[in-house]
DNA sequence: GTCTATACTCCGATAGAC
DNA sequence: GTCTATCGGAGTATAGAC
């Protein structure tokens, strides 16, 4: 049936419902019953095919991850030194823009000493774009590549708070635009 | 009895306690039982002094926002112009060697649409910073005042994570002394 | 001590795909 | 006719606010 290509699967509906609930409300006072009946599906449905909350938790992590990973890569693929300085200023911008949920509840999870923290680490897969941007930095004869990029990386934490407060995105091109301006020769 | 000087009495027990546990676990995820066991109180005595969980948290908010009005007010304070900018890069770390734990649960609130978030917003108290911020830039003649104003509060945001992350306040220092550098003429 | 909310279990019933 | 996905609801145990 065409149905198929249009009407999201329930698992993906818990999916798409918990984390919306997860980031907007925080992980311990979402509750499995209003989940289910968000997304219109019986409670134990969400036992059936995530175990526990905490599975449901793990499985909302792991897709995230794997949706952002194609912003850091045009990163990490880019060859000219002051491009890849542009782009990872881009980045919050893109990836909130695209998961901003995702991104919140990482914060969110990330913002407090609990279980959660150490599984769900995201701040590994943002080293090798680390790295890259500490070797443009060096490639550029920055005097000091290792603070600088330390710098950015600071700035850009404080940029992404700020995106996700904001409901129109837009409004935060200006800054962004500034922020590569001081980087453009 | 001279130990009512050293002794703290039960009501700033809990309440010392209480924002331990709700700044590093987390308010919904903090017990009344387990803070009474901690602060060596009865449980009751929590309801008695501060009638529910969410008065306990609102005493702690108040508490520590009249805490840091101090360090505001030795930028809002300042009259030289390059000092009001020296000045406010040094405000997270001050904050936070002082009140790290009132500061990290400021945090974790504001990054929750908890019911909280608008009734602790601590961003009002941070506007007469800001502002004195953008006069001090323009009284330097920058040439954006107002971008390098919201440029300047996006870095220390981010600064300030940092800066909660750390055990040891003095890893900073070289970059607090780097974004100072960038605006010593 | 009380009462409610919540995570989680179990199972019989149903409807659709093959 | 079987298999799979799901429902709906009864039920348990425990934690937590008060």
């Not at 509840?105 to 000493?113: G, H, V, W, Y």
């Not at 590549?145 to 710098?151: A, D, G, R």
């Amino acid at each position: 049936l065409i149905t198929h290509f249009f009407t999201m699967n329930k698992k993906d509906s818990i999916l798409k419902i918990a984390l919306e609930l997860f980031s907007n409300q925080g992980y311990e006072n979402t509750s499995t019953s209003l989940i289910a009946k968000k997304a219109a599906v019986s409670e134990g449905l969400i036992f059936r095919h995530f175990t526990n909350k905490e599975g449901l938790l793990t499985e909302i992590m792991n897709e995230g991850i794997i949706k952002i990973q194609p912003f850091l890569d045009t990163v990490i693929n880019e060859k000219d030194a002051e491009k890849v300085i542009l782009k990872v200023i881009e980045l919050p911008y893109k990836i909130i823009l695209s998961e901003k949920e995702f991104w919140k509840l990482q914060i969110n999870i990330k913002s407090q000493n609990s279980k959660f923290k150490k599984d769900f680490d995201t701040n590994k897969y943002l080293i090798p774009v680390y790295l890259k941007l500490n070797q443009a930095f060096s490639d550029l004869k920055f005097e000091n590549p290792e603070l600088e990029t330390q710098y950015l990386f600071t700035l850009l934490n404080g940029l992404t708070l700020s995106l996700i407060e904001l409901e129109n995105l837009n409004d935060a091109k200006v800054i962004i635009n500034y922020i590569q301006s001081k980087y453009k020769k």
